[in-house]
């Protein structure tokens, strides 16, 4: 049952007392009723590990803006029902395919990172929430698995709505709703609050596919664009390297919330940013057809079907080492929660390497996918040998590493490919990516999963059979497709190369 404050109720003893008590009395009184108060707020924002008897002022606030935010997504979703989609997108000024303006790009590069690292940092910290929600660990665990889905389920939505309405109002939202989200489970006393917390936040991190949008329409050759992207994703990438230290040395010293708080007030500042900084990029009249028209379109065709495939399979190589890395390190190779820790930033550290690496690209998709295919193949061969001698510790990190430093290009002209004809519906086209990307890479990480509890051996050679498979896929269906297709184009321009030309008989 809702029950008032501690600072209320002293304030009605406050109005008793002015016909009882002297006003010595009086003072007394309301110092005690602001130290209580001030206990609730230092409590609220992490300064003390204590969950009073009643609620904090920040916790009644967060449950208001979380109830606020599921109405008025409630009530959009009946709008559309009964009257479609809006279409309130107002024609931008300034020319689209020349760029996007370096502030621009930083906004949504410090965007990306807080998502990352609102995930990142809390997991050293598992322990102590389980403790403090009065949960067990694998609770606490489902927290991220709960972000991931209702970010999958956002990617589908966001894309198509940023295509209707606008970029500029979809990524300011899903901006906001990452304030929020990270707002809540800093002042969560409850599992299912902290849980309501995480899906605001995975909403909010469904905004990747509207920032790909954007580069998409600032970014008429696909050569710029992936550099673009590339340089974008070796800032965000930050967050996974630091974010777990940031996150541990807070709570090891004011409490779990305190990140979350700290986040939370960050979220909020690039918001604003946002609002100055982030302009319109969608050009021309958004589409009168359906979502569904837009979804059939972008899935007819073989060479994008075949490219989330691949998508799928890559991303499952990062969730295989996510979910096993932990186990592997502490049960396999004897090593303690601490150094498992600091080994694992060679991973994180890798996919940042791979992002710059993609930024100092400057040739075509398909070029970087055959660039890269030996390359891959021999990281296949690694982790092969890496299996074979499963033993050594420097040979999984090694093999590994190298993996994620060279998948991370690929999977980033994929993206770059996939949307390249579908400048009108790149929104829709960016959420169906990245909706298959997570979906299939749930599937598909399911063996390596469940290899590495038979041995890492077996584990590391799943992963090796992968990769052979996404290169198979690659060279013979997607950069098959694309020369083909450049022949053809070639035959049309010059037909007299390939017919005898009648006049010379």
Known sequence: MWTLPAWVDDGFQHVNLLQTSSRFAIVENLGAGLKNDASHLLWALGLRTHVPSKLAVLEYTSKIIVVMIAFILLFFLLYVACNGVPTTRVRRARETGNGMPGKMQAVFALTMLLDYSCTDQYQPNMPEMARAFKVSSAQIGSTIQVHLFSCAVGTLVVGPLSDRMGRRPVILTCQLMQAAGTFTCACASSLGWFMSGRVLQGLGASVLVVIFACFRDCYEEPARRQQATGAMFSITLVGPIFAPAFG??????????????????????????????????????????????????????????????????????????????????????????VQTSLLSIAFAVACAGGSVVSGCLQEQPTDVMRMFIPLMLLSSASLIVAGLYSGSIAGYLSSMSF??????????????????DLQ????????????????????????????????????????????????????????????????????????QETAPNPSFK
């Open 424 to 495: 009108d519906i790149a929104g829709a086209a960016v959420g169906i990516a990245f909706f298959a990307q997570y979906a299939l890479s749930s599937v598909m990480s399911l063996p390596g999963v469940f290899a590495a509890e038979d041995s890492t051996r077996a584990m590391l050679f799943v992963l090796a059979g992968t990769v052979l498979a996404v290169e198979l896929v690659t060279w013979m269906g997607i950069c098959r497709s694309r020369a083909d297709l450049c022949k053809a184009s070639l035959g049309e321009e010059h037909p």
């Open 403 to 420: 993996l994620q430093l060279l998948v991370f290009p690929q999977m980033i002209s994929y993206h770059t490919e996939f949307a390249q």
């Open 248 to 337: 541990g040395f807070l709570a090891s010293r004011f409490g779990f919330r305190l990140p979350f708080a700290l986040l939370a007030g960050c979220s909020m500042l690039l918001a604003c940013a946002g609002c100055l900084v982030i302009h319109e990029t969608a050009s021309g009249e958004p589409s009168g057809k359906g979502m569904a028209v837009d979804f059939y379109r972008v899935l007819n065709n073989g060479k994008r079907l075949l490219i989330l495939l691949c998508l799928g399979a890559c991303k499952s190589t990062f969730d295989v080492n996510i979910a096993t890395n932990g186990v592997i390190m502490e049960e396999h190779f004897g090593q303690s929660v």
